[in-house]
């Protein structure tokens, strides 16, 4: 009993190094396919940037829930700030995101009508990610009986929506787009683990849906300001 006590936390080690997974993207559903390619003559534009996170796992939460400073992706800011680069008439611009506990907040709530005061045009951007509860923990009992020797597919479900506003605070356009990652979890995935990480794949999405959408919004030329 005591040899058998000994061997547990070795074989247990041994099971944490075997065990590993990695994260594979889809394609962007409803991307453009345009090119990089800048737009002359545009007048330049002062915009304000608004995001807002939500998470939603169905079958557990009933409406989506917006991430807090905390949850959501690390480095975001330098994401749209790459793909603000897209846009050829860009001047000033500045970014506010949302939170939930912003409805307490005066200083943010003021913050934010102040910006929207002394920038002219608004792209607002709705980021979610979705994934199934009942998926999950079916995923989860197979993973633990198998002890990850069957690859088990975890999937999570990101959706961009953008909404363009004038200077009249008039919504002039909207952008969709979708794509998900699947993580795998086997043994011995453990040389493929640090190619193919789910941070990586998702700010690899979180890129792509900028930098296509802005892609868009550019060659639609709908950053303007009406008379």
Known sequence: MK?????????????FLIMSCAT???????????????TLGADPVDVLFVSKHLEQTR?????PKLQNQ?????????ILLDASNELSNLNRFAAFTEFSSDMS????????????????????????KEKSF?????????????LTILPIPYTQEYFLNVEVYDNQGRLTKTYARSASTT????ALLLPVYPFHTEKKK????YVSFLHDVFRQIDADQVLKVEP
């Open 70 to 78: 905390y949850q959501i992706l690390r480095g975001f800011d330098d």
């Open 202 to 205: 998702t700010e690899e999405i």
């Open 24 to 38: 594979f993207r889809s394609d962007i559903e409803g991307s453009s396919g345009l090119e990089a390619k800048k």
């Open 183 to 186: 993580k795998w979890v086997e």
């Open 134 to 146: 009942s998926n999950y923990f079916l995923g989860t009992i197979g993973s633990v009986f198998t």
């Open 3 to 15: 040899r058998l006590s000994k061997l547990t936390p070795s074989v247990l080690c041994i099971l």
């Open 105 to 128: 907040d005066p200083k943010r709530l003021a913050l934010k009508d102040s910006l929207m005061e002394n920038y002219e045009l608004r792209v607002v951007m709705e980021f979610r």
């Open 59 to 63: 079958g557990l939460d009933a409406i």
